[in-house]
Antibody, heavy 121, light 107 residues
Framework: EVQLLESGGGLVQPGGSLRLSCAAS????????MTWVRQAPGKGLEGVSTLSGSGRSTYYADSVKGRFTISRDNSANTVYLQMNSLRVEDTAIYYCAKPRGASGWESADYWGQGTLVTVSS | EKVMTQSPATLSVSPGERATLSCRAS??????LAWYQQKPGQAPRLLIY???TRATGIPDRFSGSGSGTEFTLTISSLQSEDFAVYYCQQYNNWPLTFGGGTKVEIK
């Protein structure tokens, strides 16, 4: 059974940093790109960042480029999102998501339960 | 960036009735279009991928159609558990973009 478990969210002041983790199980982790998607309170979904299975290719939304860094440890089946220079507008539930297929861009067939990041003074 | 626009924002439907949700892409996404269902306090759930293929375990009352820039999700006979927010997403290329959602509420 595929499981994705996010952790690391919390309350942080503007300008601060947080590192989110997503522990995966139930599939061959290194074969799949992994994506972080966020959802601001009462709002829609936004793709934040994607990292290829090998870790060599990274993609970021313009809104986080230069501030967030995605990485992975395939030996630990975990993907990370390092968030620096946090802004109030980064407040959201952050989900990690697994693509349905192992090649190319794909829809997300499994999602974690999400971790809440609140940026406030 | 491919902008996804969903309509209507809210759809009021009685149980047992048909619901038709629309999604339009600002540029062609081919068939790289997915639909998700989200209930309060839950993560999104994949319903449809490839514009028209039901994901594993999705009831056949859900169907998707379209290609290019115009897509439709149809729920043939709404059940109580179907009242939720529905999002379309294009995955033709990065950035992956979602529509603003359609809330299906009980009439």
């Amino acid at each position: 059974e595929v499981q994705l478990l996010e952790s690391g969210g919390g309350l942080v002041q503007p300008g601060g940093s947080l590192r989110l983790s997503c522990a995966a199980s139930g599939f061959t982790f290194s074969n799949y790109a992994m994506t972080w998607v966020r959802q601001a309170p009462g709002k829609g979904l936004e793709g934040v960042s994607t990292l290829s299975g090998s870790g060599r290719s990274t993609y970021y939304a313009d809104s986080v480029k230069g501030r967030f860094t995605i990485s992975r440890d395939n030996s630990a089946n975990t993907v990370y999102l390092q968030m620096n220079s946090l802004r109030v507008e980064d407040t959201a539930i952050y989900y990690c998501a697994k693509p349905r297929g192992a090649s190319g861009w794909e829809s997300a067939d499994y999602w974690g339960q999400g971790t809440l990041v609140t940026v406030s003074s | 960036e491919k902008v996804m626009t969903q309509s209507p924002a809210t759809l009021s439907v009685s149980p047992g009735e048909r619901a038709t949700l629309s999604c339009r892409a600002s540029q062609s996404v081919g068939s790289s279009l997915a639909w998700y269902q989200q209930k309060p306090g839950q993560a999104p759930r994949l319903l449809i991928y490839g514009a028209s293929t039901r994901a594993t375990g999705i009831p056949d009352r859900f169907s998707g159609s379209g290609s290019g820039t115009e897509f439709t999700l149809t729920i043939s006979s709404l059940q109580s558990e179907d009242f939720a927010v529905y999002y379309c997403q294009q995955y033709n290329n990065w950035p992956l973009t979602f529509g603003g959602g359609t809330k299906v509420e009980i009439k």
